[in-house]
């Protein structure tokens, strides 16, 4: 019993034995570790902070990490390694890449800086035309250039250009602040003014007419080049009315350099044949805005008492045209009045005056086959209905009469526009006015039916009492009023 129970107390002796070097051993381990103090250190390819030239190609140089202590060192094992963040070359700007790798329970990292940056200059690249030759008139013309930037692409537009004399500088920055400047050198620059050569006599001596044709100016400088398209004409020529007048052409180069030329031109007055008198007791009959349906008939009674009268004609009633032929081939005169008879339109400028004139002088030589010198104004000379255009009555009557036209006013008003539609009074008013007058000129319109009725009874009264009845030539009176406008 004793033996066993020696036993029993021996095998629990080594139990505590087995323990008690286990916790001896779980201590040694435990204090080795602290004193070792392991870590993770990272080893870094290249700097912490790599500065790189815009758009040149990234490669990250690379990272490892091991653990390291103070009683062991460094273990040859290495830690996966993870990579965060980007570079992107094509964008100026620091980026941040960070290193992650974990160990035991902790995590560990270590940070590399990338700086984008962009110290090449913009190019500028000059152009040159084959052949080209400056000028007199531009100087030294841009051949043309171009600017371009790695970074900001065409800066083209953002070129400064300074000319000096003999060279050109260009220059350029990009947004980082590189700049780059070029010179161009010139050829020399010293070229003879162009010479102006006029065409034609250098004073030219014209008829007033619609139209002057100036002979025009040429332009050449010492190196044979061809300046005329640069010439500026400023002419004072009124063509329809006479005068002295000056042409000047001028050349200017682009830094202001002045040649010039003038001519001297004489707008003469045409001739107009000096009035005659007529006997005294003659009678003009003269018919406005016609023809019309009245004009047959007037036609027809100036026939039949072979009387002559005066039709100032316009294009109102174009059904009844033809009617301006016959008047002329039965010896009556023909004048213009006017194509339209619209006050505002003709009298706002001197070129719609002539525009509806010769107009309607065009259709009374299709009528007669004769261009007629003679024609009176819309309201006559003295109207104040052109006063929207002040001064133009001046103006027409002397350009006209200078062209070799003349107008023709009156003496007696028949009262047939306004006045009165009573034939009666209209051919009272018209005898009234024949005993005024020595020589009588009378206005009534062929278009008013109470007037064409008063022209047999005074045809009558003028025959019976000794009066002439004529048509107007271009030596008649002119019974010109006074201008008012
Ligand atoms: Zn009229």
Not at 351 to 361: G, K, L, T, V
Request: charged content about 25%; hydrophobic content about 35%.
């Amino acid at each position: 019993m004793k033996e066993k129970k020696e036993r029993k107390k021996h095998r629990g002796r080594g139990w505590v034995f087995l323990l008690a070097v286990l916790a001896l051993l779980l201590l040694t381990a435990s204090v080795l570790t602290l004193l070792d103090a392991r870590y993770v250190r990272f080893y870094m390819t290249g700097d912490e902070e790599i500065t790189l030239e815009y758009g040149t190609e990234w490669k990250d140089p690379g990272v490892y990490a091991v653990t390291t202590g103070r009683l062991f060192g460094e273990l040859p094992e290495r830690l996966p390694v993870e990579t965060l963040g980007g570079v992107d070359t094509k964008k100026l700007g620091t980026y941040v890449l960070r290193y992650k790798t974990r160990w035991l329970f902790n995590d560990y990292e270590a940070e590399r800086r990338v700086v984008i940056v962009d110290t090449t200059p913009p190019v500028i690249e000059l152009k040159t035309i084959e052949g080209y030759t400056p000028t007199w008139m531009t100087g030294y013309a841009e051949e043309g250039y171009t600017a371009t930037d790695a970074c900001d692409g065409d800066l083209t537009g953002k070129v400064r250009r300074t000319s000096e004399a003999e060279r050109i500088i260009y220059t350029v920055s990009d947004s980082s602040g590189n700049s780059t400047t070029v010179v161009r050198e010139l050829p020399d620059l010293h070229y003879d003014p162009p010479v102006l050569t006029l065409l034609g006599d250098e004073h030219i001596t014209a008829e007033a007419g619609l139209s002057f044709e100036d002979p025009g100016c040429t332009a050449e400088d010492n190196l044979g080049n061809d300046l005329t398209g640069h010439i500026q004409v400023d002419s004072d020529v009124v063509p329809w009315l006479a005068g002295e007048y000056t042409i000047r052409y001028s050349i200017v180069s682009e830094e202001g350099m002045e040649v010039s030329a003038l001519r001297r031109v004489t707008v003469t007055a045409k001739e107009l044949p000096e009035e005659n008198t007529p006997p005294a007791k003659t009678i003009y009959l003269t018919f406005d805005d016609g023809p019309g349906p009245y004009t047959e008939e007037l036609l027809d009674l100036l026939k039949k008492y072979k009387v002559k009268a005066t039709f100032f004609v316009t294009d109102q009633q174009p059904d009844y045209i033809d009617l301006i032929g016959r008047a002329f081939r039965e010896g009556h005169s023909i004048g213009v009045h006017t194509k339209l008879h619209d006050y505002d339109y003709i009298y706002a400028s001197e070129e719609n005056y002539f525009s509806d004139f010769f107009a309607m002088e065009e259709i009374v030589y299709q009528q007669t086959g004769e261009h007629t010198k003679l024609f009176r104004f819309p309201g006559g000379s003295s109207n104040t209905v052109s006063r929207i255009n002040p001064g133009i009555m001046t103006r027409l009557t002397q350009a006209m009469n200078d062209m070799g036209y003349q107008y023709y006013d009156w003496n007696i008003v028949s009262g047939d526009a306004g006045g009165t539609n009573k034939t009666k009074e209209i051919v009272q008013t018209i005898k009234d006015g024949c005993a005024e007058h020595r020589v009588s000129m009378i206005l009534q319109h062929d278009i008013k039916d109470y007037s064409v009725a008063a022209v047999e009874p005074v045809i009558k009264w003028g025959l019976d009492n000794g009066y002439t009845f004529r048509a107007i030539e271009l030596d008649s009176p002119a019974m010109h009023h006074g201008i008012n406008n």
